[in-house]
């Protein structure tokens, strides 16, 4: 700490690896050990990283860094650290996302998702999204131990869908379960769930573009997927 500069801590490749496989298994608790140990910015170096294309996974446990990292595109860049795949294949298509865009195709796009995400629409959002929930956690088990992680997952696919999707679940849930093999697959190592990934690919990719056509006939301005696919056409 200097100045009130936090001051990254950089683990080495073989620290870095045990830390990877921890998050792998149990992500809280690793990262909370990680920062107790190593203060609130640590750098993650991943094994296969090469000196010209360095990959590596900022942990960060600080709000105003965090808030600093997730404005400033320019100056921090995301990376794709997973097993890559061919530009021609649609695993390699679908990595490009909001957060790997740069200069004005990311100013676009931010500018979209802010119109739904800004402070005053979801504040509007907010009463909706509170009978969302109450209606979703009235359905958890009760008087038992029970894995947190899938059904917080669940209410965050009902948000999503029900305030930022139209509220079409028939079409979202089938995309957001195949998204789900992109996650599991997110590993610098291939293994039996990339090679999944790699099938669910071209489906996904299938699944979203009808989705989008569809929605050309059908508009909705707090929708947006519907605004995203308007405004850049």
Aim: glycine share 6%; with cysteine; aromatic share 6%.
């Amino acid at each position: 700490m200097s100045d009130g500069a936090i001051v990254a801590t950089c683990l080495g490749r073989l620290r870095s690896l045990r830390v990877l496989i921890g998050i792998a298994s149990n992500p809280i608790s690793t990262t909370r050990r990680l920062h107790a140990s190593n203060g609130r910015y640590v750098i993650l170096q991943f094994p296969h990283l090469r000196r010209s294309r360095p990959k590596i996974l900022a942990c960060i446990a600080d709000p105003a860094l965090y808030r600093m990292v997730t404005s400033n595109s320019e100056a921090w860049r995301s990376v794709n650290v997973v097993m890559s795949a061919f530009k021609n294949q649609a695993a390699g298509r679908l990595r490009l996302s909001v957060t790997r865009l740069r200069g004005p195709q990311h100013a676009h796009y931010r500018r979209l998702l802010a119109l739904r995400l800004s402070k005053p629409a979801v504040a509007a959002m907010s009463l909706k999204m509170a009978a969302i929930a109450a209606r979703r956690v009235d359905t958890w088990p009760r008087n038992r131990a029970i894995d947190l992680a899938p059904l917080a997952g669940g209410l965050m696919q009902d948000l999503a869908i029900s305030l930022l999707l139209g509220d079409d679940h028939a079409r979202a849930l089938p995309i957001a379960k195949m998204i789900g093999d992109a996650a599991a697959a997110a590993w610098p190592f291939p293994g039996r769930a990339y090679f999944k990934w790699l099938r669910t690919a071209p489906k996904l990719e299938r699944a979203i573009n009808e989705w989008a056509d569809e929605k050309r006939g059908d508009p909705d301005p707090n929708d947006i997927f519907f605004r995203a696919r308007q405004q850049s056409r």
